[in-house]
Structures are given as C-alpha cells and as structure tokens.
C-alpha cells in the first residue's frame, strides 16, 4: 500500500510509513537544500530538510547512547521552538514516546504528568526534584552537548502500533487521562489532510499554535512536514503576527479562535491579508459570527476543523464545502466514519461516534476507554446530521439537566453572545440541592448590564433555558489555546457563598 503524493505536495507516491520520523528524512532525500523549519523566537534561524534531517538523528543517537530504550517516555516541556522540533522527530526516530507538557501549566500537573507517564528523560526545565528523570536543556546549547553524530544513520523502529506520543486530556469522563496516539494515528491524520490537498510543499505555514496541544503538534507540525512545507515558528505572546505574515510571506494560517478575535481588533488587519491563501481555526469552537466577520474584513474564509486528542486530532473539516452556520463543522474527514447515537436518526441531536485508522488506541496505560472492538468510539460530543454535513451542538458531558430537560449551553451561549457590547460568554451547570442543575452565564462585556441580558434571554430562551444567574466578570480562565476553562468556573461555583 501506497500513500498518495499529495500528502506531501506531489505526483508520485512514497512509502507507507511506520513511523512519523520518516517523514523528515523522506523531505531530505526530496529537497535536501530547501527550508524546513524558520524560528523566530530568538532572532531569526533557518534549518533545511538535510540539516533537520542530520540534527534529528544526532539527537536520536545521543538519547539511546544515554542508554534509553525502545518504548521509554521522554518528556518535552517548553515553548514553540526549532530545538522543540528536534527534539519531538529525534525520540520518535529513536523508538521513544514522546509526553508534551504545557510549559504554563501548575508544577503540580507538571510532575503529576512526568510521574503517570513514567519518563525517564525531560527536555526542558521544571522548578521540583526528579531523581528518576534525566534532564536535557531545550536550548540550541542543550540539544549540541547530547548530540552523537551517528556512524550509521538511526533506523526509525518499523512498527506503526507502536505508541509515539502520550497526549493528556481531560477525555470524555472529566478525569485527565494520557491518551496513547500510535504512530499509525498520527500518519493517518496527516494522510487523511493530505489527501484534501490544502497544504502543500510550497506553501509556510505560520505555527502560532502550540506544539503540547494536538493540534498544533499534528495537525500544523504533522500535516507540513508530510507536505514538505515550510513551517515558520513564532511565539504568539512575544512576536509580531502581522510582521510575520508579511516578511515570512506566510500562505497558511492555522490559528486558534481567540488569535483571530485578536487579530480583528488590530487596525493592521487588511483586505487581502498579504500572502495569505488560507486560514485555518481549530483548537477550540469557532464562533460563526467571528468567522464571518474575519471574512468581511479580509475577504478570506476561515477554514475549521472539529476533532479530539483521541482522534489526533482530525474528525471533520470545512475545506471544499459551503459554510452553512452556526454549528456546522463540514465534513468527515476521507477514511474517517461518523454516526449519530445509534445510528437510526441522525438528524435529531445525539452522540457523535468516530471510527478511523486516526483513533488512539485508549488511555494510558492499559488502554481502558478506547475504541471498542468494532472500532467506534464515542466522543463526548453532541451533535447531528444532514446529508454529509455534522453540526456539532455541545460536549455531552457539559449538558446541563434542568428539571428534567436537557440544555445545552452553547445555544444559551449563541443568544447572549448576540447582544451588542458582549466579547465573550461561557455558560455551565450549577448542581442544586434536591437533584437536578441550574444554568449560570459568565459574561464578559463593556456596557453590558445584567438586566439587559435577563431581557434578551426571557424573549429567545424557553424558560428552563434561561441562566438563573448571570455574572459579569472582566475575563474568562482560558487555556493555551484560547479554549475556556469551564472547569475552572464549575470550581468557583463550588466555593461555598459562591451562589448567593
């Protein structure tokens, strides 16, 4: 079996891969002389293919002369950079499992998550004694003192089963979990893009979203490298992204909701946006009326995709379908199945069921929670059908149960975030004594009052769907992608007197 060229950019086909590494040493027998990686987070540094290729198994050799073994954890903690990069393809080529940790996160989950895993080797620092884990600098300096340059080159282990990254999630049970992503998963999300043909080896893709999150890790860092592409490396809270845009001559944009919304507030958005051909949001859910007014101001439409770590992390997309509102996250991705519930209605809301050669094969470590045995896993979210097109409504698990009736907060949240003066709204469910939830809206918004609010919803919203409680707060706890921490408002519910 074959993969089709066009997952990186071409005519001819190449090898079906084992392992996600090969795609760096494939890029360097195509194109040795041209750009792989530019970094921008510390001054400005370019990497070809041959000298990706050549640093990738320098670092591979020097963590197995560091006497790491097949399937051993190595954990990477530290911002979007080239040595990032390096380090990611070199444990994979060397047989290991790699353990993205968000580099903001608490010291506590830090060292719960280098623990559960059981890594042996971290690239990057964090603040706590870890007598069992061998530590590597995630610098350029780092990287060069562990660097063996190999007599032979180092042959990437040839099994796609084998377990590659270690991703922790929240899952569909609230409980964060490490969910194993085999090399087979992530080589078939990047075939699955590929085969849509939206990235290819001349376009630069701006990576602004974070290589810990799946998506940034497979869907931007992945999907370029199989395409041959030229990925362009920026730290989003330090750099300029309009400058970038301009001097890198970035095509393809995949960025979160919450870069886009900043974006649209800066007077240097421009119709057309530079170079840019293609725009993509993922991360976290896309506002429809964000969406259209990025098009109206740039004449660009925002690409979406709707996916889960479980999924590495593709399960639908936009590309060559017609935006058709609210909800609407396109279509299954080539060679990735969807049903509703149980299948017999599938344009009345329900449960979303994914099955695809993408999926994780459960969470760590004995693989409990995965898919079952024929294939389907149920992904937590809400949604429904028609024709082709998933309209994705809420995540299972935030349904809020009103008396009996069921209330899914992204509709509350759709007619609040209508009111002229609203920026942001999360809604969740507040447990009530005798059983059952009530609905409580957080509302960021200059001039917004609360009565205002009460009004709009008493007149869109049947009455066990109105918010019992609304809050106005100056922002609200989002994570690294810009996705908002609903968990952490559900805590505050919690805080005794917080309710009265």
């Excluded at 979203?209 to 990925?231: D, I, M, Q």
């Excluded at 300029?240 to 007077?267: G, H």
């Excluded at 379908?321 to 909800?327: I, P, R």
Aim: with cysteine; hydrophobic share 45%; net charge negative.
């Amino acid at each position: 079996m074959t993969m089709e060229r066009g997952a990186v950019g071409a005519s001819e086909s190449v090898p079906d891969f084992t392992n996600v590494a090969q795609l760096v040493g494939w890029n360097a027998e195509l194109r040795p002389a041209e750009t792989a990686l530019v970094d921008l987070t510390a001054g400005r540094r370019v990497l070809t293919w041959a000298e990706l290729d050549r640093r990738v198994s320098a670092v591979a050799a020097g963590l197995a002369a560091r006497g790491l073994v097949a399937s051993h954890r190595v954990a990477v903690c530290g911002p979007n950079s080239l040595e990032y990069v390096v380090a990611y393809f070199a444990a994979l080529r060397a047989g290991f499992v790699v353990v993205p940790i968000n580099p903001e996160a608490g010291l506590d989950e830090k060292v719960r998550m280098i623990a559960d895993s059981g890594a042996r080797l971290l690239f990057g620092s964090v603040d706590h004694e870890l007598p069992e884990v061998r530590r590597v600098a995630l610098t350029e300096q780092g990287l060069a003192e562990l660097e063996v340059r190999p007599g032979d080159l180092v042959v990437s282990p040839q099994d796609r089963e084998a377990l590659a990254v270690l991703l922790y999630t929240a899952g569909t049970s609230g409980e964060p979990k490490g969910a194993m992503l085999t090399h087979r998963a992530l080589l078939a999300h990047v075939h699955q893009i590929g085969r849509l043909q939206v990235v290819s080896s001349s376009d630069r893709v701006l990576a602004l979203l974070p290589l810990f999150h799946v998506f940034g890790l497979n869907a931007v860092l992945g999907v370029s490298v199989s395409a041959g592409a030229t990925l362009v490396i920026m730290d989003a809270s330090a750099g300029d992204v309009f400058a970038a845009i301009r001097d890198e001559q970035i095509t393809n944009l995949p960025l979160a909701p919450s870069a886009l919304y900043r974006m649209l507030q800066s007077d240097e958005l421009v119709s057309p946006l530079g170079s840019v051909r293609t725009v993509v949001s993922g991360a976290a859910p896309l506002p429809a009326a964000l969406a259209a007014e990025f098009q109206r101001r740039t004449g660009l439409k925002v690409e979406q995709g709707y996916g889960l770590t479980e999924a590495g992390p593709g399960v639908a997309t936009t590309f060559g379908v017609e935006l058709l509102g609210a909800g609407h996250v396109g279509r299954p991705l080539p060679g990735v199945e969807v049903r509703i519930g149980d299948g017999r209605d599938e344009t009345e809301p329900g449960e979303i069921w994914i099955r695809g050669d993408n999926l994780f094969s459960g969470y760590w470590p004995d693989g409990q929670g995965g898919p079952g045995r024929d294939g389907w896993f149920a992904t937590g979210d809400v949604g429904y059908r028609t024709g082709e097109d998933l309209f994705l409504v809420d995540r299972a698990r935030e349904l809020i149960l009103v008396s009996g009736f069921n209330v899914y907060p992204a509709e509350v949240e759709g007619v609040i975030a209508a009111v002229p003066g609203v920026d942001s709204v999360a809604v969740v469910g507040q447990p009530v004594i005798g059983g059952g939830e009530r609905v409580v809206a957080f509302v960021v918004g200059a001039g917004v009052t609360i009565e205002q609010l009460r009004d709009h919803c008493a007149q869109r919203l049947a009455p066990f769907k109105r918010p019992s409680e609304i809050r106005l707060v100056d922002e609200l706890p989002r994570g690294a992608t810009g996705k908002v921490r609903k968990g952490a408002l559900r805590q505050l519910l919690a805080v005794p007197g917080a309710d009265d």
